[in-house]
């Protein structure tokens, strides 16, 4: 249907695909945060270390869950 139309028309719809930007989501304080959260004080490394200490901790339950099993049969 746009193949038909006047070459004015044609010209008119590609200006405006190029010239529409998607437009940024904001977090309603007008700023840009890519964490959803504020880092609790000024204190980045001690932040950085307490995450680190929980993912660890975390991740290792089950690895010391098996252990403790196969101790506990005699297994290991």
Known sequence: MLARAPLT???????????VAPA???HGHGEY????????????AAFGIKL???LIS???IPFAAAAYQLKK????
């Open 9 to 19: 028309l044609r010209s008119q719809a590609t200006r405006l695909r190029v010239a």
């Open 24 to 26: 940024r989501f904001v």
């Open 33 to 44: 945060h890519h964490l959803p959260f504020a880092f609790p004080g000024k204190n980045r």
């Open 52 to 54: 680190s200490i929980f």
């Open 58 to 60: 975390g991740f290792s």
């Open 73 to 76: 049969s005699g297994a290991a």
